[in-house]
Structure formats: C-alpha cells, structure tokens
C-alpha cells in the first residue's frame, strides 16, 4: 500500500556530488526507520545509510562513510541522501525503502560515476 518515488540521480564526474530524494506516501512515514539501498551491474542489493524514525541515530556502510549523509524531513515525508566525493565505485541503481518494515521497492534512481 505504500509508494517510495526516488529521484535525483544522474551522471556525475568523479569527486563529484549528488543529492537523492525519495518521497514517501500511503503510510505513516514518521513511524518507519529508514534505509537507502543500491544495487550495482552484477551485484547483491546492499544497505548504503540508515536512519531511525526521528532522525536522531543514522548508520552507513563502510564503503561510503564520510562521503555520505542521510537525512530525513518527516513533515515532508521525504527521505534524502546526500553523496560527496563520489567515485566509480558508486555507480548503481539506488533505492528507499523502511529499514525493518519494507513496502514494495519503487523504480530506483541511476547513479553513474564516469571514470
């Protein structure tokens, strides 16, 4: 029942910078600890950053610690992450969803990092 609509993502040279959004609707956002996700050509989907529900303790993979901030606007109902510094590596599909209670995945957003 639930709807995750990311968008933000593009191509970006290396060392450069991009902000993705995902809006959320048809559940109560501000009750859902949240998580980004990515899933790179020939790849396992992996966890890339999680937040708790009022923003107040985040998590994030090693592979993109200090390069990368979540955050979240609960009035909004919308989910953010902010990556800097971004290399190759990076590149994926990247998606949104609850950390523990997930909804059905939406369409993801392409992140390509030019080498």
């Known amino acids: 029942q639930g709807q995750l609509v990311e968008s933000g993502g593009g191509l970006v040279q290396p060392g450069g910078s991009l902000t993705l959004s995902c809006a959320a609707s048809g559940f109560t956002f501000s009750t859902y600890a949240m998580g980004w996700y990515r899933q790179a050509p020939g790849k396992e989907r992996d966890m890339v950053a999680t937040i708790s529900t009022n923003g107040g303790s985040t998590n994030y993979a090693d592979s993109v610690k200090g390069r990368v901030t979540i955050s979240r606007d609960n009035a909004k109902k919308t989910l953010y992450l902010q990556m800097n510094s971004l290399k190759p590596d990076d590149t994926a599909v990247y998606y949104c969803?609850?950390?523990?209670?997930?909804?059905?995945w939406g369409q993801g957003t392409q992140v390509t990092v030019s080498s």
């Open positions: 969803n609850g950390r523990f209670r997930q909804m059905q």
